[in-house]
């Protein structure tokens, strides 16, 4: 089953020297996504995400992933957070907005 998972998303969209991007990236940048619902502080969700990958190279779950690649992982997963976190804050605003206007 894994190995099924791995091979539906290890699919390469795009790579360089630097960059990998696979249907991982989108995985990643869910999980971002979603901690930016739950998490309010950025080090908690950095925190989590790096712990993430930690477990993930350390108990094998998917062959061979480099530096580089944990490091993007990171890099995605904290913009979804970022992303989350900045529309919470505008509509936060525009709501705050909305009620002194009235």
Known sequence: MMDYIHSKLGVRIYASKYLF???WT???LSSGLLLGLFIKKWYYAFALLLSWEVFENSVGLWC???AIDIIW???IGMTGWITTRYIIYKYKKY???KENDT
Request: glycine share 0%.
């Open 21 to 23: 991007v696979d249907y």
């Open 26 to 28: 989108f995985v990643h």
């Open 64 to 66: 061979c992933e480099t």
């Open 73 to 75: 992982d990171m890099i």
């Open 95 to 97: 709501k705050e907005k």
